[in-house]
């Protein structure tokens, strides 16, 4: 447990797995400053201005109770400032996943959170097209290539799921996208990007990864023509196929757009 925290021109990982952090009042993430945590992470409100980032590293979760492997909650507000990130990093092999929960949120141009890349590495997932050099599947299947793609798999409602990986007879497939969930209980300002893309598979074998899963509960969302959600599969090589799409919910009481 801490008072407060900054970091300036710094990294600083957190890592033991199940690790339980407490910061009474504010986080401050300042030019050229990463905080990196697994577990369960806590403060009144975090502020990421030009530059500064967050990683959540995911634990592996059972899908059951809980439903995420990794829980960011501020008691206040979340904001980012142009030029700092958020990346939410899902288990390669489990798919378990972050939650953020927060008051409000509001997100910059060029800013966000982003997921890409970040979901199930080769071979992995419930989509992945395992040696088929064909793209994975989640909320779309995965474009068959020299073999078939992955499947669909997930809901539409409430996707809560990582991007499986492409086809990957040796080491070319695209990882998955991985999962942007946020719980705001009052209003998300959207001027920046909330994306979890699948990667793109690389050489000539390679399948493109599924991008994974953009889920955004608030009271009110407010969003300008710059806010974006995405959730595109990765595209496939010479031999390889694209990455099926993800899914994306948003759900609200009001909005502003």
Known sequence: ???????????????????????????????????GVVGQFSCRSLYLTNGGSLLVRSDVTNS???DYGALFT????????TGSWIYPQSDI???????FR??????????????????FTAFYGPGTAGANWGGGGHGGA???????????????????HAGSSGGDAY????????????????????????????????????????????????????????????AVGGDGTLNGGGGGGGRIALHYANRNV
């Open 142 to 160: 995965g474009a068959a290539g020299a073999g078939a793609g992955g499947g669909k798999y997930g809901t539409n409602t409430a996707p809560l």
């Open 1 to 35: 447990a801490l008072d407060s925290l900054t970091l300036r021109n710094c990294s600083l990982t957190i890592a033991q797995p199940g690790l339980t952090m407490t910061v009474t009042n504010d986080v401050w993430v300042l030019p050229n400053a990463q905080l």
């Open 102 to 119: 927060m008051r409000n949120l509001t997100v910059a141009p060029n800013s966000g959170f982003d997921a890409g890349k970040r979901g």
């Open 171 to 230: 080491t070319e497939a695209g990882s998955g996208g991985g999962a942007v969930r946020i719980e705001a209980s009052g209003t998300v300002s959207l001027d920046g990007t909330l994306q979890a893309n699948g990667e793109t598979g690389t050489y000539i074998h390679g399948g493109g990864g599924a991008g994974g899963s953009v889920f955004l509960k608030c009271r009110t969302f407010s969003a300008t023509t710059n806010g974006t959600l995405k």
């Open 93 to 99: 092999t489990n798919g378990g996943s972050a939650l």
């Open 64 to 66: 059951a109770t809980p």
């Open 74 to 81: 501020a008691t206040q507000d979340v904001i980012l400032f």
